[in-house]
């Protein structure tokens, strides 16, 4: 079975070693509390320290993002504990973060490691496009929550984009699912707008029903992990993998709105 573990066991193990080389059981057992974490049950048999490793690090989800950000503060602080400059086991450390998309600098801070991708819409017919190019901005799967709050949004901007680009009104408050009924029907892309006898058909109506149905699950992902709707709890299980999945999916809704306009305008701009 692949492990969907979001810091792989050969890193704890060094950081098991690590805190036990150079820490007291009192500033293990700070370094853990002061991130929120319980200690669990464990054994001491490899000592009383690596033992006290064992029974916070055992009792952590190593799949949910949230607590492996804190988990990583509590190996920065681990890294605080290191006499001097040890070369040889901050390079080992760095490889080995390195495989899991982070990097250890200088300071011996943990960071992801910098995501990298500038995405881009085809935006030549949309006369202010200023809010989806603040949206496109946002799209940064090393932040989940935000990442997947603005990948709706860009959904939702490009649409009402281009309703107005073909002079139809829409609700200022109306929500995904009807602005992209009418989008797509504006554009003549919906389902129900492709002719009985265009060749095939099924498999057209059944990519755009698809492709629709994408833009709701990104909305109801937003409305269940976005920032902005004061949860009293943390993101459990959301990772950067997700949020990958929701703005992927929405820059190619958004590229193909776009694309479609475009070959609407340019038709309309050569007659």
């Keep these: 079975m692949v492990s969907t573990d979001l810091i792989h066991p050969r890193v704890r193990r060094e950081f098991r070693e690590l805190s036990s080389a150079w820490g007291t059981l009192r500033l293990i057992r700070d370094a853990f509390e002061s991130e929120g974490f319980v200690a669990g049950n464990a054994s001491d048999e490899d000592g009383q320290r690596r033992g006290l490793f064992d029974a916070y690090s055992n009792d952590i989800d190593w799949t949910d993002y949230e607590q492996v950000s804190r988990v990583l503060r509590v190996f920065e602080e681990i890294l605080s504990w290191l006499n001097g400059g040890d070369e040889q086991t901050l390079s080992k450390l760095r490889r080995l973060l390195d495989h899991d ?112 149905q994408v833009t709701v699950g990104i909305a109801e992902l937003r409305n269940e992990y976005g920032p902005d709707h004061g949860r009293t709890r943390p993101s459990g299980g959301l990772g950067p993998r997700h949020a990958q999945l929701a703005v992927g999916a929405a820059h190619t809704y958004c590229c193909f709105l776009l694309d479609t306009l475009n070959a609407r305008q340019s038709i309309k701009e050569s007659s």
């Design 101 to 212: 998309g982070y990097t250890l600098d200088d300071q011996r801070q943990i960071r992801q490691t910098s995501y990298h991708w500038e995405p881009k819409l085809p935006l030549e017919h949309i006369r202010d496009a200023t809010s989806i190019v603040e949206h496109l901005g946002r799209l940064d799967p090393s932040d989940p929550p935000l990442a997947i709050s603005s990948a709706k949004a860009l959904v939702e901007a490009t649409c009402k984009h281009v309703l107005e680009e073909l002079g139809t009104p829409y609700h200022d408050k109306a929500d995904i699912p009807s602005l992209v009924r009418s989008v797509q029907k504006t554009l003549k892309v919906s389902p129900d707008t492709i002719a009985p006898t265009a060749k095939g058909r099924e498999t057209i109506v059944r990519i755009l029903s698809n492709l629709s």
